[in-house]
């Protein structure tokens, strides 16, 4: 298995475990995980992102970035196949006694700000 490949699965799986956890994914995890980690055109990424999650989130707005050649199916199972393990061990810590509603806002305010420090002031 190619490197490029492992990196797409960490993606998925990171994305289904911050899914599980905090109800987001793609915009938030695995299209600037893409554009930043992997140096995907941001479009090609969303169109990506969008095709991962096609059933049903995604369908009709993948299907246009494929019509214009802006996504990857293979690149779109692959992080497919990560969300489906990522969101389950997401929801299972998540849910744990040990982890309460305020430690889940501490911890997704945490991760929205690193995406977004890293979105303004590195390529």
Request: proline letters at 2%.
């Amino acid at each position: 298995m190619s490197t490029v490949m492992v990196q797409l699965l960490l993606i998925g799986l990171v994305a289904g475990i911050a899914g599980g956890m905090f109800g987001i994914g793609g915009g938030a995890i695995m299209v600037p995980a893409m554009v930043l980690l992997l140096g995907m055109d941001q479009k090609f990424a969303t169109g990506t992102s969008l095709a991962a999650q096609i059933l049903p989130i995604g369908i009709l707005g993948a299907g246009v970035y494929y019509r214009n050649n802006s996504l990857s199916i293979r690149d779109a199972v692959l992080i497919a196949a990560g969300l489906v393990v990522g969101n389950l061990l997401g929801a299972l810590f998540a849910n744990q006694p040990f982890i309460s509603s305020e430690m889940m806002k501490k911890l997704y305010g945490l991760f929205l700000f690193g995406i977004g420090a890293r979105y303004l002031f590195y390529r």
